[in-house]
């Protein structure tokens, strides 16, 4: 349970309707209602109940409002002596299990956890926080002074999210489930500690190539899969299957610095006297730059193949060639991505099995890559972010998000 949803609980018990909440806790209305919903069901279960358009508490929520104002006045406190802007009730509970039992194997014991995955949180909680929590001693691990500081706070919340103990919902009692197979086309950095620490799913990855038009016999024995649809080569989903993109990305041209004239934008027909890199010949990538140019009227001249890597960074370098590219995807050197006037883009998209356990941890994959790529759009681009998401009918996934979600 976040303190979002408890902010959510007691807005409601104030009166306020969705765009009221939506404009109090910085996120956009159709962020809320999605919250909302998942508190929302039976009476004896559930914390609110809609009637219309509106929410009102029911007769759990009201018993537990209490609890709820303590916990979220705890962890505003925790975030003002942090100098954060938000806390994770996650975070919170990792620090507070660790500090009582002295050790972090028995914390993961008691978590529930791999000692090494513990491990890795903790730095990671502390990277975030920006402070040293622990000191480690000959038995185990003693709270660091800016620690005592937080641990009043820390353990107020603790004791009061208990008391807000509840059936998970169906989609936080399946994110649980453990061994899954995540078949990938690309090793995003840090998604599989996410999955291990954050939704505390243990998923096996397998980097997969994908040779032809439908799914390759790795990403249908698995039960995720993540790969990205490339203009004029999108995978057909299999029957039995669902799929979600998790972003899209208008495609751009990688070029040396130089070369495009201080441009934004650069048409296909453009390049046509261009000498281009692809991937290995019968690749996906290949196939694509081969079929989008010849919609356009020309024959690509492929003058180089190459996997990713600095071979292919230096023949764009030195002005051997372009190559198509997303809007984050520009490796440093020498090096620049002009964005193509046709409105071209790849999807990452999420496949899995439809109906199956799966289904969970696929839709949190989709929201947690779909943050990193605003993350990444903030950080790099922020000028096609704010374009995106004053247009939410043509980029709705990044209308609904905030830039700075965790």
């Given at each position: 349970?976040?303190?979002?949803?408890?902010?959510?609980?007691?807005?409601?018990?104030?009166?306020?309707?969705?765009?009221?909440?939506?404009?109090?806790?910085?996120?956009?209305?159709?962020?809320?209602?999605?919250?909302?919903?998942?508190?929302?069901?039976?009476?004896?279960?559930?914390?609110?109940?809609?009637?219309?358009?509106?929410?009102?508490?029911?007769?759990?929520?009201?018993?537990?409002?209490?609890?709820?104002?303590?916990?979220?006045?705890?962890?505003?406190?925790?975030?003002?002596?942090?100098?954060?802007?938000?806390?994770?009730?996650?975070?919170?509970?990792?620090?507070?299990?660790?500090?009582?039992?002295?050790?972090?194997?028995?914390?993961?014991?008691?978590?529930?956890?791999?000692?090494?995955?513990?491990?890795?949180?903790?730095?990671?909680?502390?990277r975030r926080w920006q402070v040293t929590l622990f000191e480690r001693t000959r038995s185990?691990?003693?709270?660091?002074?800016?620690?005592?500081?937080?641990?009043?706070?820390?353990?107020?919340?603790?004791?009061?999210?208990?008391?807000?103990?509840?059936?998970?919902?169906?989609?936080?009692?399946?994110?649980?489930?453990?061994?899954?197979?995540?078949?990938?086309?690309?090793?995003?950095?840090?998604?599989?500690?996410?999955?291990?620490?954050?939704?505390?799913?243990?998923?096996?990855?397998?980097?997969?190539?994908?040779?032809?038009?439908?799914?390759a016999p790795t990403m249908l024995a698995a039960d995720i899969c993540l790969y990205a649809?490339?203009?004029?080569?999108?995978?057909?989903?299999?029957?039995?299957?669902?799929?979600?993109?998790?972003?899209?990305?208008?495609?751009?041209?990688?070029?040396?610095?130089?070369?495009?004239?201080?441009?934004?934008?650069?048409?296909?027909?453009?390049?046509?006297?261009?000498?281009?890199?692809?991937?290995?010949?019968?690749?996906?990538?290949?196939?694509?730059?081969?079929?989008?140019?010849?919609?356009?009227?020309?024959?690509?001249?492929?003058?180089?193949?190459?996997?990713?890597?600095?071979?292919?960074?230096?023949?764009?370098?030195?002005?051997?060639?372009?190559?198509?590219?997303?809007?984050?995807?520009?490796?440093?050197?020498?090096?620049?991505?002009?964005?193509?006037?046709?409105?071209?883009?790849?999807?990452?998209?999420?496949?899995?099995?439809?109906?199956?356990?799966?289904?969970?941890?696929?839709?949190?994959?989709?929201?947690?890559?779909?943050?990193?790529?605003?993350?990444?759009?903030?950080?790099?681009?922020?000028?096609?972010?704010?374009?995106?998401?004053?247009?939410?009918?043509?980029?709705?996934?990044?209308?609904?998000?905030?830039?700075?979600?965790?």
């Open positions: 349970m976040e303190t979002v949803d408890l902010r959510l609980l007691l807005g409601v018990a104030d009166g306020d309707d969705c765009p009221a909440l939506a404009a109090s806790l910085g996120l956009s209305e159709s962020a809320v209602r999605k919250r909302l919903r998942r508190l929302t069901g039976p009476e004896e279960t559930a914390w609110l109940r809609q009637e219309g358009r509106s929410h009102h508490l029911t007769e759990r929520g009201r018993a537990v409002l209490g609890p709820a104002s303590q916990a979220v006045a705890a962890s505003q406190e925790i975030a003002r002596l942090l100098g954060v802007e938000s806390l994770s009730t996650r975070h919170a509970r990792v620090v507070t299990t660790i500090a009582a039992t002295g050790s972090i194997g028995s914390a993961a014991g008691q978590l529930r956890i791999p000692q090494p995955s513990l491990s890795a949180q903790l730095t990671r909680i502390e185990g691990v003693e709270p660091a002074p800016r620690l005592v500081e937080l641990l009043p706070h820390l353990r107020l919340l603790e004791r009061t999210l208990s008391c807000l103990a509840a059936p998970a919902t169906a989609e936080e009692a399946s994110v649980t489930s453990g061994n899954l197979q995540l078949a990938s086309e690309f090793g995003f950095h840090g998604l599989i500690d996410a999955l291990r620490d954050d939704a505390q799913v243990d998923v096996r990855q397998h980097i997969i190539d994908i040779p032809g038009p439908g799914w649809d490339l203009p004029f080569v999108s995978l057909a989903v299999p029957p039995g299957r669902d799929r979600a993109v998790a972003f899209e990305d208008p495609a751009h041209v990688l070029m040396p610095l130089g070369a495009d004239g201080g441009r934004t934008t650069v048409g296909l027909r453009e390049l046509a006297d261009y000498d281009w890199i692809t991937g290995p010949p019968g690749s996906r990538n290949h196939q694509s730059v081969l079929l989008l140019c010849r919609s356009m009227g020309f024959d690509p001249r492929i003058r180089f193949t190459a996997l990713n890597g600095p071979s292919g960074r230096r023949i764009i370098e030195d002005g051997g060639a372009v190559a198509l590219t997303g809007a984050t995807l520009v490796p440093s050197g020498a090096l620049r991505a002009v964005r193509l006037a046709e409105d071209v883009r790849v999807r990452m998209t999420v496949g899995w099995r439809r109906g199956s356990t799966a289904t969970a941890t696929a839709q949190w994959i989709v929201r947690w890559l779909r943050d990193g790529q605003i993350r990444r759009l903030a950080e790099l681009r922020p000028d096609l972010l704010a374009e995106m998401r004053a247009d939410p009918v043509s980029w709705p996934a990044f209308a609904e998000a905030r830039a700075g979600c965790q």
